[in-house]
Structures are given as C-alpha cells and as structure tokens.
C-alpha cells in the first residue's frame, strides 16, 4: 500500500494541506516549492501507509514551527530540518528509518517530503495533529503517551539546538518557542521520535492521502464546473473526516492580525451577501472558532476552513484581506481526536475559549 | 601548589567575588551559602592550579546565566549546574576532569564550587573573564580561540538544552539568553569545554586566589583599623590586577535600573561629599563605565567598583540604591584582557559606547 509521490500529486496535495491547515501549518506554496526542488534533484518519494510501518522502526517527524506570518518572508533553503533530523539522530544514538509530518496542514505537510527526498527516507501517511495547531504539544502523539522530548532545531546558519523537558511537552514547546524567536520567528525541527508500534497506536492515519484527495477533488469539480464545496463533502464523507457543514457564505469586513510572542493572533469578520449576518472568526496561526450572529458553529479541534466563495481555494489566516468573497465550512475530525484527553490538550479551553467542546455536525 | 577550600573560606571569598564582580556576576550571598550547604553535605573542594592541569584532561566550565536582578529573588537548589555538566559530558561522549568558572566575580565564583563539592570534582583557579562580563561570548577562551560550543543549560525542573553554533560564540549568547529568559531569567549552564593546554593558554590565572586575596584584604584592615582601601591597593600590587586607583567619594544621588532583554541595564548617579563633583555610572548587570563631572575615569575592562564607603564592602548593581555612601575605585585590567582581540570582544565598543578603552592608570 505504500505509493510514490511525484511532482505531478504537489499542486493537489498543496492546495488539500492549506485546507486541513485551517488558516495555517505556513504557507503551502512555499512548501510546495521547496518539495519540487527536492524531487528534481533526488527523485520521487516514497509514501508508507502506516500499517507498512515495522513496529521496531525508528520514525523521526520533522516539521516546521513559527508564525505563517514571518514563514511568509523568511524562506527556508530545505536543509534545515534535515539538519535538525541529523541532529536529533546523533542524540538518541540511533538513525531514523522514517520520516513524519507532526501535522497535517500547509507548509508541514510538505517539509517531512523535503526531508524524505533529500535524505532518500519514506515518509510514513499519518501525523499527529490530524490538522493544523499552532503549537507543540497539541499532538496526538503526546495525548497518548509519546513524549516529544528530546527534540532538535535546526537554524539558517547550521546552529542546533536540543531539547529535553521529559515527559512536559508544554514546557518543550516553551522552551523551543523562545528559541524559534531568537531564530528570527521560524525554525525547523526533529521532534516525537518515536517506534511504528508508538506510530499505529498514537498518530491521525492517512493524512497525507486525505490532503491529497482534498486537493484532488477540490480541482476536478472546478474542471467539470461542479460546486467544489458539495463535491468536497461528498469525498470527505468516505474518510475519517466524515461532515462537512457550510458555516457561513459573504464578505470579509474587517482583519485584525497581529505577530506576538512568536504566533500570528487576530480576528476577523465577515457580512454575508445579503448584509443580514456577521461571522466572526478567532485565530492564533490557525482558526479556532466560527461565530455566526454570535452563534458558536464550529470550534476547535474540529475544522474551521476560509476557502474562496468560486474556486474553493484556501485562504490563509496570513492572507486574509478585506473584501474577499468566502465560504467559510466546518469539518468534523476524527475520534481519536475528540476524546477527553485529546480534549485537554487541543480542545477550547487549551486555547482560552470559555465554549464547551460541541462536535460541528451537532452544530449545525 | 593545589589547596583546599573550607568554609572557612567563604565569606573572604563572596567578598572579594562581589569586588571582581564589578556589581554583576549575581548576588555572591546566595552563592556563598550555597557552596557552605556543599561543603557541610559532600566536603571541602580541591582547588587546582592551573599549571597542575593536565594537558589532556578535559574541563568544563560551569555558570549561572541570567539578570542579576532576578537571581535575588529565585534561587537555585544547587543541582541546575550539575544537570549542565552531566548533560554537556554525555552530549561529548567524554567526562570531566575538573570544573572552573566562566567568570570571576559575585555568584560565579560560587557555582563552580558548588559542582565540585556535589560531584568530587577539582575546580581550577582561573576564569575566562578576569572579572565578571554580561554576555558569553565575553570570555578570554573565546578570545583566544576555544569555542564556547556545545553548550548545556540546566533548569530548575530537570530540562536541559544543548545548543551548537560552531565557532560563533555571540550566536551561542543570542540563543542561550532567549532560553534563559523563558526558563524564568535565570538558568545554570556548562560551556567552553576545553583540555587542559587550553586552559593555561586561554584563561585569566588564579582568580579565585585573587578573590581570596581581596576579601581577605579587606575583612583584616576592618580588623585592625586600617583604610581597606589603601590595604586592598597594596595587596593587588602583587598580582596581575596592579593598579587601585580612587574614582570618587561621595552618596548616591539618583539610581534608574530596568530589567529588559534578560539584562540588568541602567544608570547610577552621586554627588561628592562636598556637593561640588558629580560621578556617574553606567551597568549592564556589571559597571562598565565611570565618568566624573563629565570625564571618563575608568571603562570596560578595567574594573569600575563600587564599594561601602567606610567598610569598602562591595555594592552590586542591582543593590545600588540613594543614598549610600560610596568609594568608588577603578582597577587595572592583566595584559591578556587588554589587546586589540580581547578588547574588541569586551572592550567599549562590543558595549556600544564610543570612548576608546584607555588604561584606569593613564586615566587617573
């Protein structure tokens, strides 16, 4: 069940990452750039679907932790996270025999593809967010039971860093968010290593495919003049993601988005064509809740996703802008992700929210 | 020529530290009851000559990292330094033959033999600052040529960092300060790793002996009614640190001190006894410069101190407050911390200041 990805799956899977990305993950072009180069100059990738996986393996997700806001300037040149891999490689004493993304949305789905090219190394179809979080231990990974301890940063300038905080993955993501500032307000780690047996157990399966599929289908209904958003929630139906509810259609009226303690943060709002109703939206690098006329329609974990009102093209938090035509849908996640412990640790309250978790399709 | 040190020892040494320190290197109070806990627990600390190390023999400097200014209000346990220097040996693959300080001046004089008495280790007599210097790329080793690279941080609850920027010794600083800041503003560390060939080529010799020195120094003239500060300038007249000259006599006036960017920075003023002269001084956590009535009279290196007036007891930076009558004293810097390489790493400018470094002898 493994498949080899080539140059020709990018633009799908790229636009399929920016959506599962929720507003974030980075800038899926700039990702999309840095995996072409990667495949031109070392040919194509190969893909393991989890259950492929040895349970004695050693898998090393790499990804790319910042604000979308500064990834949007400072560009990485592909070495990094192999740096940080190399790194963290040479701290467990042990090579990886795999590669992961840690999520599933933008830019890192498509750094562990660099790395995968560049190093020669599968990349296993799963990954520990099920989506796009804006920080380190919102992970799966760690919601049941896998450290992200030790992990390594890789700089611009071949700098390295190496992280321990045992089992605290909050304290982790802490201690690296203040050295990603230092960094310039982006870095590329090595985190999570973890055995195939740790990756069956704890990782969101088949999430490099679903993104896939996502773009995939996105950009066939536009071909055959089908509405992009139905044609989506029917593809989605026959995955884990099983609802798509269209929350909100308009105008966006106003962005507030500022870059603070390393993390894009704002709001924005949108009125819809016939000026009735006002959706509000709450993001820290990825959108976290849906408002419609103060009604509560989506929230976090589940999917909050900005796509453009024809085409169903993704927007980004980072390019929101006054005067775009949206669509804004919910999708429903997967169990593993909404249990109680899953919850703690990427539900509402985990990003301040007063709201009660409410799965979208009992929303909406 | 190796010695032990006791008890006994500790409050000539604090005192002398606190002098060296020029008002930074962190509150040698603390530091001295931390070696007096380390000692009653595991016994007296050997303290080896630097001539006695040898060549081959691998040594890890120890430190406290952080704003003097928080030190005073959170306190370490005495194992953050022994988690550095355990965490920087398994990252080399290598043990240590001995510890020593970074810097010779307030609690860094301590922490070293903190990890001596903890571990069993010698500590060597000698440091890479010959007083105490704010950043870590300030050291007479990397002046010199050893990289302070890797190094290690050890926090409060067991978290460690290891951080590699090659041969860039202001990138390890940059890095190391915005770990430090998120650990709280204070954070012990391991760094400049080096033989023992090293060490006699690159460190200022036998400082924890001056220190020694100069507290004691000072404690006999109080004991036999004698001017400390006349004793204390006849006692460095021995040593490498050869000229005591007297900046300035009078009562702190004005104080204006800020914690920013993991710093101590700031700004002290005083008015002669007579009213008719006005010192002022300038800190980042250490004195770096000191004008009367508008004239430089001593600057970075050399060491600017200021002590109690009649008790020459030393004030430190973050200590400073109106109204203190002071002696403020100006002390040459040795030869190895005055060319044109070591000036240009810790010299006036490496502080942004635009006076060119001029002897305190030819000054005053």
């Excluded at 004695?56 to 740096?83: C, F, I, R």
């Excluded at 992970?139 to 992280?163: H, K, L, N, Q």
């Excluded at 990603?180 to 157990?201: C, D, F, P, W």
Aim: aromatic share 4%.
């Amino acid at each position: 069940m493994s498949w080899t990805l080539t140059e020709e799956h990018l633009e799908d899977l790229a636009r399929g990452a920016a959506v599962l990305g929720t507003g974030g993950g980075g800038d899926p072009y700039v990702g999309r750039l840095l995996v072409r180069q990667a495949i031109r100059e070392h040919g194509p990738i190969t893909i393991l679907d989890p259950s492929e996986v040895g349970d004695e393996d050693l898998v090393v997700p790499t990804a790319q932790m910042g604000a979308p806001t500064v990834v949007h300037e400072k560009l990485p040149s592909g070495e990094e996270p192999v740096l940080a891999l190399r790194t963290l490689e040479k701290h467990l004493g042990q090579r990886a025999s795999a590669t992961m993304p840690i999520e599933c949305g933008g830019i890192n789905s498509m750094i562990p593809l660099v790395v995968g090219a560049r190093l020669g190394l599968p990349v296993v179809d799963a990954d520990g967010m099920g989506r796009a979080f804006p920080e380190l231990q919102m992970e799966t990974f760690g919601v049941y039971g896998v450290p992200g301890s030790p992990m390594a940063i890789g700089g611009e300038r071949g700098e390295t860093t190496v992280i321990d905080t045992g089992s605290d993955n909050r304290r982790m993501e802490w201690l690296a968010r203040g050295v990603t500032i230092r960094l310039g307000g982006v870095a590329h780690i090595a985190e999570y290593a973890m055995s195939g047996a740790e990756v069956k157990r704890t990782a969101v399966p088949r999430t490099l495919s679903l993104a896939l599929t996502v773009g995939r289908t996105i950009r066939e209904a536009r071909e055959n003049n089908l509405d992009p958003v139905s044609e989506l929630a029917g593809a989605l139906h026959e995955t884990l993601y099983q609802n798509l509810r269209v929350i909100f259609r308009g105008k966006v009226s106003d962005v507030e988005r500022r870059t603070e303690a390393g993390f894009a943060r704002g709001r924005a709002q949108a009125v819809s064509f016939d000026g009735e109703h006002k959706l509000e939206l709450l993001f820290q690098n990825e959108n976290l809740l849906a408002l419609v006329d103060g009604e509560v329609r989506c929230l976090v974990p589940d999917l909050v996703c900005v796509l453009e009102s024809e085409s169903a093209e993704p927007i980004t938090t980072e390019t929101l802008r006054y005067g775009q035509r949206v669509v804004v849908v919910g999708i429903s996640t997967p169990d593993l992700m909404r249990t109680p412990e899953a919850l703690a640790t990427f539900g509402p309250a985990a990003f301040g929210l007063s709201y009660e978790f409410t799965p979208v399709e009992e929303l909406l």
